[in-house]
């Protein structure tokens, strides 16, 4: 397949994205009624029924207007429907709305690459790829933005000094990378990435309650002295052997208790929405998503987590390894609030110190 902006082998035509991804993808996770109406109006987009698809999802959000596939949907009509204006308004508010979810920056990149405005497009790709660092799209679709503004680039410093070979070499590259024949910086193809903000009903997982004190053991009343009448000494008897415990073992049941803990400790925290405890959770050189400043890391999770309504953090499937004072975390992460479900895989690295076990990196995967 000819490659150009935004697009890959797995990327399709707007018409084909709403039929394989928006109809099985999206659907399947979310409840039948709900899936069966979107489904329709997807439908009636692939027919080219654009005015009905808006007519027929306004009528949906009428009745749920915070439902998140909703919207998303009237984001991909609208675009459809050459309004990216009012595309760019739904897809912006729920980013708002909803700042976990990395799809509507990605389709607001895609709207902002049609029309050449590279610059924003490569902002909302960063921020897409900051809330999920694992999200391959966003990768993909920033390194073809990043192309087209080196193309326009190295075309400039053409039109300043035509002889020089070394910008001739490297945009002939560029332009054989995006398969364009035409003058580059032309836009591509119109293309939406295989992409769907996902609210998914999860299994039910383990309750992460407050880590609770465990209680003291009773201590026993002290038995009464027997004075034993004087007899002869016995011959002192060979002391036995001690039996030798198991150190290891017992030491890794005691890592995996105490890292649970801690991973419990930082679940609640969060659901509790108490930020403090939260971060107190984090080794001071702990690894923020996208390579920013700890500060910077720490001012939008408070602003996150500050956001009105509760939050439930709750997790299953826990596995842990480990190597010396540095674990490996794996389990299945379920986040609920009042307008949001989602659950997806994770893996975090924590490292002890100063016999606290704290959170050094954490990635969405597997």
Not at 171 to 184: E, H, K, Q, V
Not at 213 to 234: C, D, E, F, G, K
Request: hydrophobic fraction near 40%; proline fraction near 7%.
């Amino acid at each position: 397949m000819t490659k150009n902006c935004l697009t890959a082998a797995r990327l399709r035509t707007f018409t084909t994205y709403v039929t394989c991804v928006t109809c099985v993808a999206l659907f399947s996770l979310i409840p039948t009624a709900h899936a069966d109406t979107l489904q329709d109006i997807s439908k009636l987009v692939k027919q080219g029924q654009h005015a009905q698809a808006l007519e027929q999802v306004d009528k949906y959000l009428a009745s749920k207007p915070k439902d998140a596939q909703g919207r998303f949907l009237k984001g991909i009509v609208l675009t459809e429907m050459n309004k990216p204006t009012e595309a760019i308004a739904i897809f912006n508010k729920l980013t708002e709305d909803y700042p976990e979810l990395p799809e509507p920056y990605n389709n607001l990149a895609v709207i902002y690459a049609q029309q050449k405005q590279y610059d924003k497009a490569k902002q909302a790709l960063e921020m897409a790829i900051r809330t999920h660092p694992s999200y391959a799209t966003a990768h993909e679709n920033l390194g073809d933005v990043y192309a087209r503004l080196a193309s326009q680039a190295y075309d400039k410093a053409l039109q300043l000094d035509s002889a020089n070979s070394s910008a001739q070499n490297k945009l002939a590259l560029i332009r054989d990378l995006m398969g364009s024949t035409g003058r580059p910086g032309k836009p591509g193809k119109t293309v939406v990435a295989e992409t769907r903000p996902v609210v998914a009903e999860p299994v039910v997982p383990k309750t992460v309650a407050a880590p609770a004190t465990a209680p003291l053991a009773p201590v026993a009343a002290p038995a009464p002295a027997v004075v034993a009448p004087a007899v002869t000494p016995a011959p002192a008897a060979k002391p036995a052997e001690p039996t030798p415990a198991a150190p290891a073992k017992q030491g890794a049941a005691d890592a995996n208790a105490d890292i649970t803990r801690a991973l419990d400790a930082w679940a609640s925290a969060w659901s509790r929405k108490d930020v403090k405890t939260y971060l107190a959770a984090y080794a001071r050189d702990f690894k923020t998503p996208a390579g920013e400043k700890r500060a910077e890391w720490e001012s939008e999770r408070k602003k996150r987590i500050g956001k009105p309504g509760t939050i439930h953090v709750s997790y299953e499937g826990l596995r842990i390894s480990i190597t010396g004072d540095t674990a490996t975390l794996k389990f299945r992460q379920h986040y609920k609030s009042a307008s949001l479900k989602t659950s997806s895989n994770k893996v975090m690295l924590m490292t002890k110190s100063d016999g606290k076990w704290l959170i050094q990196q954490e990635r969405v995967g597997t």
